[in-house]
């Protein structure tokens, strides 16, 4: 947890390492990425400990913290050098300058109205109705639920049986729900 001196004064000096920011993007090329670049360096800066974001904060050198000298060299490192984390999360596309990109004729692509949302859904409450359809015992019910519909980690599992006992039973009754939906045996 950052503490609330080092929080106040990212938020005090924000605006002047904006305008830091964005006069080394505009050096480089890339004026509107510096919102960019100084929200990445502030992710990492609050990455670092409480402990050493304290000491920078706290050791001043002409009317600046340390914590001034670390943005702004981290502000000008992710800028201007192709190796830097920024550039390096974030690679530009290269563009070509001779090239009107209004003159280009763009293919009107048919988009794909399939409900794949909508599909899973049915597919779902098929698999829930056909799962509570099957006489299974009490034991069978609660471990695939526990597995399929909770999400859960045979793990985590709070009874006596044994991971593998567990892994048994729920491909079992997996079985039994693939051949239900496939036909293969009518009730």
């Not at 006069?23 to 509107?32: F, N, S």
């Not at 597995?147 to 985590?156: A, K, L, M």
């Not at 991971?163 to 729900?177: A, D, H």
Request: hydrophobic fraction near 35%; include cysteine.
């Amino acid at each position: 947890m950052v503490s609330a001196a080092v929080n106040n004064y990212i938020g005090k000096r924000y605006d002047r390492w904006l305008d830091y920011a964005s006069y080394h993007c505009g050096i480089v090329g890339i004026p509107d990425e510096a919102n960019d670049v100084l929200n990445e360096v502030l992710y990492s800066l609050l990455q670092k400990s409480d402990k050493l974001l304290e000491r920078l904060l706290s050791t001043k050198k002409n009317g600046y913290t340390e914590l001034d000298f670390f943005v702004l060299r981290m502000i000008k490192l992710n800028a201007t050098s192709p190796t830097s984390p920024y550039q390096s999360k974030y690679k530009r596309i290269p563009s070509d300058d001779n090239v009107d990109y209004t003159a280009i004729e763009i293919e009107d692509a048919q988009e794909d109205d399939t409900d794949t949302s909508g599909i899973v859904l049915e597919r779902m409450h098929q698999l829930r109705d056909v799962f509570e359809s099957l006489d299974l015992s009490p034991l069978a019910k609660r471990v695939f639920e526990f597995h399929f519909f909770q999400d859960s980690n045979f793990s985590d599992w709070d009874g006596e049986e044994t991971q593998k006992q567990l892994y048994e039973i729920y491909n079992k009754v997996q079985s039994l729900i693939k051949r239900k939906l496939s036909g293969e045996f009518i009730f």
